[in-house]
């Protein structure tokens, strides 16, 4: 398979309106801002899109949404789910659908061999013709991905590449030394982006890219100039936003981030809250610095 994923992929919250339901206008309009930026993809119903608390008819229903609006972008759906048969339910759907690749988490709540995670993945792979990106986060499954288990399944044609959310910059390096030349490696943590791309990954699937998708997209595109000093400069200008990240339970910050600079991010669904006063005012102040630093994003 030629599918190689590369560049900067935003990694899309879901927008609810005040009864908790799915907020389409909003998605639309999101996406569409995001097409409009110059990015190299669209990344759905991950961690920040709040996956886990989304009905299997209100995954679809946003994947068709996203890939409406997305421009002619490739859009990758996650289909992560915590039983094999469940998540290939679901791959076979958004199939069908249209979505250009899918993205897999490891299953979660239990732990899990490497072994049994390797079996996941290839019953997975065979169900579906799509290219798949594999998704490694540990800290919210519970289950990391070795790096001798993703050299295992690089070999097989349509697991393309993996996002690593895992923090660690030593397990990025293992994975590109374990996989294939053709196996994309792409940062899941947005401090790592340019570390990344100048170790041999492709690019990043980035929670940032909602709020500044022109700044976290100069990041790969210094980088593919050798301005790499110029590069670092906007890596530098992520480090305030993605500090911030720890004021609430995920995605409330980036939601609250995106909700102060006026696009419609809307609230979190529960059990996860709004943010508190206190830390609300801190990362006012910090969006605050950004717009009078003159990073205003377009709206």
């Not at 560049?7 to 996406?31: C, K, M, Y």
């Not at 001798?148 to 994975?175: A, F, H, M």
């Not at 990043?204 to 110029?230: C, D, H, K, M």
């Not at 006026?262 to 969006?287: C, D, K, N, T």
Request: charged share 20%; net charge negative; with cysteine.
């Amino acid at each position: 398979m030629t599918w190689k994923p590369a560049g900067i992929i935003p990694a899309l919250i879901t927008p609810f309106d005040s009864s908790q339901q799915l907020d389409e206008a909003a998605l639309r309009r999101l996406v569409r801002r995001l097409a409009a930026s110059g990015v190299h993809g669209l990344f759905g119903l991950g961690t920040n899109g709040e996956f886990f608390s989304l009905t299997e008819s209100e995954k679809l229903r946003a994947a068709e949404i996203m890939m409406e609006e997305a421009g002619g972008l490739p859009v990758y759906i996650g289909a992560g789910c915590a039983a094999t048969h469940e998540t290939i339910r679901l791959a076979r759907q958004l199939e069908r659908l249209g979505a250009d690749a899918l993205t897999v988490i490891t299953p979660y709540f239990l732990s899990f061999t490497q072994q049994e995670l390797i079996g996941h993945f290839r019953a997975v792979a065979a169900a579906t013709s799509l290219p798949i990106l594999l998704y490694n986060i540990p800290a919210r499954t519970g289950n990391a991905l070795a790096p001798k288990t993703v050299g295992e399944l690089s070999r097989i044609p349509n697991i393309v590449g993996i996002k690593d959310s895992s923090g660690s910059y030593d397990t990025i390096l293992q994975y590109l030394e374990h996989a294939g030349p053709e196996f994309a490696v792409l940062a899941g943590t947005d401090s790592l982006i340019l570390s990344t791309l100048m170790a041999g990954g492709q690019g990043a699937v980035a929670a940032t890219a909602n709020v500044f998708p022109e700044t976290v997209r100069s990041i790969y595109e210094l980088w593919q100039q050798g301005r790499l000093a110029e590069a670092e400069q906007q890596q530098r200008k992520l480090r305030a936003l993605r500090s911030a990240f720890a004021l609430g339970t995920l995605p409330s910050v980036l939601k609250e981030a995106m909700n102060r600079i006026g696009l419609p991010a809307g609230l979190p669904r529960l059990p996860v809250q709004p943010l508190e006063p206190e830390p609300r005012a801190e990362l006012h102040a910090v969006m605050d610095r950004y717009l009078a630093e003159g990073m205003q994003p377009q709206a």
